[in-house]
């Protein structure tokens, strides 16, 4: 079992003057400002006020609290498009002790920062992914950025769930260089998916859509022995669509997935789990082209267009599919939400999961884009059971997969 951030703290002798590095996931979505590219704003906060709860015990307990986070994929040198300045503003108006931001991840900024840090104080390092070290696939030298992150603390806590599922250096290799704990976002986020994977009260639906096809297809492969039920929609359903013989036009499509896609189906009939494809499809003569959107029959989506949400049947037929089930699992969006036109078979999956919350059932949102889905179509957090912060680690997770992230504080 990894430690919690008390059996930490008696580890080493109290939290108070300790400088902590704390790896979270800041990696909020983000669109210009008034200043343009240079000045952009958060257009999300959700991974920020999750991050509050650990970064506020630290503070509290007198840490010199110094957080590592990224921003994006720049390509491992600084890049002023993916600062994490717009994230650490939006902590420090979130937050009630000091926030402050260092214009480097290990360098004299950084260096600085943590030395003048006073009991309590938090400092942003800027983006970890600004260091070549951090996402390189050879040992020697996530290790040597690593080592670089060490030097700056006395402690490490792990608390980005959402890059829990990567083996970086400020995730995985860091863990081995310092004395570590779980933070308790990670903490919580765990308690969830226990609750998904161990014994799921029955009825159990999982709703997957968004645009990562291949991503998404493997954790099928796991649900299909837990799940009673799996609608599919977004991106991935129009390799279910060709799969069953129907041309899909311009519609996202992985050819080389519809043998496995096949297979799929052919489990889920033998293991009695039903599945629920769209039977109306909105599309568009190109992609986000509103002004033609139109709905057209699953099996007949006409070959100059591509299909960018479920129809308005196959909503109310999702809704239903969701209504009596007493845990839900959704992750990905089922059509190109961030248009109006294209956000009603989004809308109708999140509005049957706050039913299921409702009625005394577990409903859980996971996914970056599906958690930012909910929020911008007006949801509240609580009408869910839980919004997970991590898309690709709760699937990795669900897959049964082992997430070395996790792992390596000894999970
Ligand atoms: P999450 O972040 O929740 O895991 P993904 O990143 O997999 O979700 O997918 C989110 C994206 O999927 C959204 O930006 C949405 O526009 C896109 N999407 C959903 N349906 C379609 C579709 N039919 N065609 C293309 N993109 C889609
Ligand atoms: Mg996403």
Known sequence: MADTIEQLAEKIGGLAGRRVLVRC???????????????????????????????????????????????????????????????AERLAELA????????????????????????????????????????????????????????????FVSDGFGVVHRKQASVYDLAQ????????????????????TETPERLYAVALGGSKVSDKLGVIDNLLGKADRLLIGG????????????????????????????????????????????????VADSFGDESSARVVAADAIPAETLGLDIGPASGAAFAAALADARTVFWN???????????????????????????AGGLSVVGGGDSAAAVRTLGFADDAFGHISTGGGASLEYLEGKELPGLTVLGE
């Open 332 to 358: 990905g969006p089922m059509g190109v939400f961030e248009q109006p036109a294209f956000a009603e078979g989004t809308r109708a999956v999140a509005q049957a999961l706050t039913g299921v919350t409702a």
């Open 235 to 282: 991106g991935m359903v129009f390799t279910f669509l060709a799969a069953q013989g129907h041309e899909v036009g311009k519609s996202l499509l992985e050819t080389d997935q519809i043998p496995t896609v096949l297979g799929y189906l052919d489990r889920a009939r033998a293991e009695g789990v039903e599945i629920v494809l769209p039977t109306d499809v909105v």
């Open 177 to 196: 260089l310092l004395p570590h704990a779980m933070g308790d976002l990670v903490a919580a986020e765990i308690d969830v998916l226990e609750r998904l």
């Open 25 to 87: 996931d800041l990696n909020v979505p983000l669109e210009d400002g008034p200043g343009g590219s240079e000045d952009r704003v958060v257009t999300d906060d959700g991974r920020i006020r999750a991050s509050l709860p650990t970064l506020t015990k630290l503070s509290r307990a007198g840490a010199r609290v110094l957080v590592l986070a990224h921003l994006g994929r720049p390509a491992g040198a600084p890049d002023p498009a993916y600062s994490l300045r717009p994230a």
């Open 96 to 155: 009630d002790f000091s926030v402050g931001l260092a214009t480097d991840t290990v360098g004299p900024s950084a260096q600085a920062m943590a030395a003048a840090a006073a009991d309590g104080d938090v400092v942003v390092l800027e983006n970890v992914r600004f260091n070549p070290g951090e996402t390189s696939k050879d040992d020697a030298e996530r290790r040597a950025f690593a080592a670089q992150l060490a030097a700056l603390g006395d402690a």
